[in-house]
Antibody, heavy 116, light 113 residues
Framework: EVQLVESGGGLVQPGRSLKLSCAAS????????MAWVCQAPTKGLEWVAS????????YYRDSVKGRFTISRDNAKNTLYLQMDSLRSEDTATYYC?????????WGPGTMVTVSS | DIVMTQSPSSLAVSAGETVTINCKSS????????????LAWYQQKPGQSPKLLIY???TRESGVPDRFIGSGSGTDFTLTISSVQAEDLANYYC?????????FGGGTKLELK
């Protein structure tokens, strides 16, 4: 059974950093592109970043370029999102998702709240 | 960026009705190489993560009931739910994957009348 479980969310002050993790199981992690998708409270879905199977290619939405870094460790079956210089508008639930262009499996999400 | 516009934003239905949700993209999602439309539909129930229903505009994901039907091509797409059941009450989103950034529609909330 495919499982994705995010962790690392929490309350953080503006300007500070946070690192999210996503533990994958039930499939060959290294064969799949992965992504982070966020959802602000009561709002819709927004793609944040994607990474290729080997990690050599990464893609970001404009609003997080230069602040967020997506990475992966295929030996540990884990996806990461390093979030720096956080802003109040980054407040959202962050989902890890398996990525074919569309997103076929999603984790339950981890909540990030940016507030002083 | 490709803008995805969904309509309506909310829809009140009775069990057993057939409903239609529309999704329009700001540019064509048809890929000439594979002759496919790069459009997906998701269902998100309250407190849950999204679930993939449809990809390539009309291909149903494994395990999705056949009352969920995706159609359309180019810039205009439709998700039809025939004989709506109480378990179908949720938010529905379309998403394009023709280009990066991947973009979603604003969502359609399906409610009970």
């Amino acid at each position: 059974e495919v499982q994705l479980v995010e962790s690392g969310g929490g309350l953080v002050q503006p300007g500070r950093s946070l690192k999210l993790s996503c533990a994958a199981s039930g499939f060959t992690f290294s064969n799949y592109g992965m992504a982070w998708v966020c959802q602000a409270p009561t709002k819709g879905l927004e793609w944040v970043a994607s990474i290729s199977t080997g990690g050599g290619n990464t893609y970001y939405r404009d609003s997080v370029k230069g602040r967020f870094t997506i990475s992966r460790d295929n030996a540990k079956n884990t996806l990461y999102l390093q979030m720096d210089s956080l802003r109040s508008e980054d407040t959202a639930t962050y989902y890890c998702a398996r990525h074919w262009g569309y997103f076929d499996f999603w984790g339950p999400g981890t909540m990030v709240t940016v507030s002083s | 960026d490709i803008v995805m516009t969904q309509s309506p934003s909310s829809l009140a239905v009775s069990a057993g009705e057939t409903v239609t949700i529309n999704c329009k993209s700001s540019q064509s999602l048809f890929g000439s190489v594979r002759q496919k439309n790069y459009l997906a539909w998701y269902q998100q129930k309250p407190g849950q993560s999204p679930k993939l229903l449809i990809y390539l505009a009309s291909t149903r994901e494994s395990g999705v009931p056949d009352r969920f039907i995706g159609s359309g091509s180019g810039t205009d797409f439709t998700l039809t739910i025939s004989s709506v059941q109480a378990e179908d009450l949720a938010n529905y989103y379309c998403q394009q994957y023709y280009d990066t950034p991947r973009t979603f529609g604003g969502g359609t909330k399906l409610e009970l009348k």
